[in-house]
């Protein structure tokens, strides 16, 4: 285990068939859950066998372990005693996954290259990358997703249908096909892609408008945050930044700290506790404090990208425009079984500079804003002052 930092890891299901990792799969949006920054994260990996756990956690580690004992799965028995728990944010994964998700925050992935949102019991999708099988298709931003494999996704939550798309076992595995039914206007057609190893770049820029840069956060996977910094350290002195993070997941902790550090000259991002110590982020000074700033937001916008948010929103850097984001702000821990699977609980949450709770809340924009939410971020803008 590497200890790294992770904050937020969509998934539907418990393991294997479902784990929705959201930067392999071919959506984002959906349920969320989260981890530990990078000094906690090592010792409780590193210490996860040996330390004396407390809480669902000791009910966890007892039942694998008891389960060694009787000769059965240590993975499913921890799958069992999670499912009682309560815990909306656990997860139990086998070493083979565990280790995908961590290379998903390294910005790699397998799929198709295609992101969607849920809109009014619709899966409309939002993006496509460039060179992926779902470009080769012909599949464009705004096609609307009706099937996966001949299942109906209509009326589906996001994450179940982020499941259907990663598919399950070899199914799951670079090579592997998924027939998609879309729609584009009056025309209906079925595609059938082959998934692919792909390289996610989660940081784009560009200008919509003179005076006013857009610089969109996919996912906070490594790196991203100093691309942030970058992005503003280029942009002319001249313009506002809108910083899109709609159908942000989160990701990295420390990567979300530093794009926050952009905008900031040091101070608090935000506390969180670990059975109940405080703990805080504070970002790096420097940053950019003068330029106008909007942050756009959606119910896609989870975890890490609620953390930036927070702390833009509550210190006064920013202005929020969109739709409340998702509410997730609880912080889990790995424990290594003794099969080697992992289980994920959670320990602690996070809150914003000014002690709001994001955890099943979310964050309300300072201005509401659906359809020509971008749009409405650069009027927003011509009002800071640009």
């Given at each position: 285990?590497?200890?790294?930092?992770?904050?937020?890891?969509?998934?539907?299901?418990?393991?294997?068939?479902?784990?929705?990792?959201?930067?392999?799969?071919?959506?984002?949006?959906?349920?969320?859950?989260?981890?530990?920054?990078?000094?906690?994260?090592?010792?409780?990996?590193?210490?996860?066998?040996?330390?004396?756990?407390?809480?669902?956690?000791?009910?966890?580690?007892?039942?694998?372990?008891?389960?060694?004992?009787?000769?059965?799965?240590?993975?499913?028995?921890?799958?069992?005693?999670?499912?009682?728990?309560?815990?909306?944010?656990?997860?139990?994964?086998?070493?083979?996954?565990?280790?995908?998700?961590?290379?998903?925050?390294?910005?790699?992935?397998?799929?198709?290259?295609?992101?969607?949102?849920?809109?009014?019991?619709?899966?409309?999708?939002?993006?496509?990358?460039?060179?992926?099988?779902?470009?080769?298709?012909?599949?464009?931003?705004?096609?609307?997703?009706?099937?996966?494999?001949?299942?109906?996704?209509?009326?589906?939550?996001?994450?179940?249908?982020?499941?259907?798309?990663?598919?399950?076992?070899?199914?799951?595995?670079?090579?592997?096909?998924?027939?998609?039914?879309l729609e584009r206007g009056p025309r209906a057609w079925t595609e059938t892609l082959r998934r692919a190893r792909l390289s996610q770049d989660p940081v784009t820029v560009r200008e919509i408008a003179r005076g006013v840069t857009v610089v969109a956060v996919d996912a906070f996977t490594k790196g991203s945050g100093e691309e942030v910094r970058a992005a503003v350290r280029r942009a002319p002195a001249d313009t506002g930044i809108v910083l899109d993070l709609r159908g942000n997941a989160g990701g990295l902790v420390t990567e979300a700290v530093t794009a926050a550090s952009a905008f900031l000259d040091g101070g608090l991002v935000a506390t969180y506790d670990v059975?109940?110590?405080?703990?805080?982020?504070?970002?790096?000074?420097?940053?950019?404090?003068?330029?106008?700033?909007?942050?756009?937001?959606?119910?896609?916008?989870?975890?890490?990208?609620?953390?930036?948010?927070?702390?833009?929103?509550?210190?006064?850097?920013?202005?929020?425009?969109?739709?409340?984001?998702?509410?997730?702000?609880?912080?889990?821990?790995?424990?290594?079984?003794?099969?080697?699977?992992?289980?994920?609980?959670?320990?602690?949450?996070?809150?914003?500079?000014?002690?709001?709770?994001?955890?099943?809340?979310?964050?309300?924009?300072?201005?509401?804003?659906?359809?020509?939410?971008?749009?409405?971020?650069?009027?927003?803008?011509?009002?800071?002052?640009?």
């Amino acid at each position: 285990m590497s200890g790294r930092d992770l904050f937020c890891q969509p998934r539907r299901y418990r393991r294997g068939a479902a784990l929705t990792l959201v930067f392999a799969s071919v959506l984002v949006a959906g349920a969320a859950t989260g981890g530990l920054p990078a000094d906690d994260r090592k010792s409780a990996a590193k210490g996860a066998r040996s330390a004396e756990p407390a809480g669902h956690h000791a009910d966890v580690a007892r039942a694998a372990e008891e389960a060694v004992t009787d000769g059965t799965s240590p993975m499913e028995a921890a799958q069992r005693a999670v499912s009682r728990s309560g815990d909306r944010w656990a997860a139990v994964y086998s070493p083979g996954e565990y280790e995908e998700f961590e290379d998903s925050l390294e910005g790699h992935y397998t799929g198709v290259g295609l992101w969607a949102r849920e809109r009014r019991g619709r899966i409309e999708v939002t993006r496509v990358g460039r060179g992926t099988p779902a470009a080769r298709a012909g599949i464009r931003a705004g096609d609307r997703l009706r099937s996966v494999d001949g299942a109906s996704v209509d009326g589906r939550p996001v994450t179940e249908v982020v499941s259907l798309l990663r598919g399950d076992g070899a199914d799951r595995a670079a090579g592997s096909t998924v027939r998609l039914g879309l729609e584009r206007g009056p025309r209906a057609w079925t595609e059938t892609l082959r998934r692919a190893r792909l390289s996610q770049d989660p940081v784009t820029v560009r200008e919509i408008a003179r005076g006013v840069t857009v610089v969109a956060v996919d996912a906070f996977t490594k790196g991203s945050g100093e691309e942030v910094r970058a992005a503003v350290r280029r942009a002319p002195a001249d313009t506002g930044i809108v910083l899109d993070l709609r159908g942000n997941a989160g990701g990295l902790v420390t990567e979300a700290v530093t794009a926050a550090s952009a905008f900031l000259d040091g101070g608090l991002v935000a506390t969180y506790d670990v059975e109940g110590e405080q703990r805080a982020l504070h970002a790096e000074p420097g940053g950019d404090t003068a330029r106008p700033l909007v942050a756009l937001v959606d119910g896609g916008t989870m975890s890490a990208a609620e953390l930036v948010t927070g702390a833009l929103q509550d210190r006064g850097r920013a202005v929020v425009v969109g739709s409340r984001t998702f509410g997730k702000g609880s912080v889990q821990m790995p424990t290594q079984l003794p099969d080697g699977s992992v289980a994920e609980l959670t320990v602690g949450h996070y809150r914003t500079p000014s002690g709001r709770a994001v955890d099943g809340r979310g964050i309300t924009p300072d201005l509401e804003a659906d359809e020509g939410a971008l749009e409405r971020a650069g009027t927003v803008l011509s009002g800071l002052g640009r």
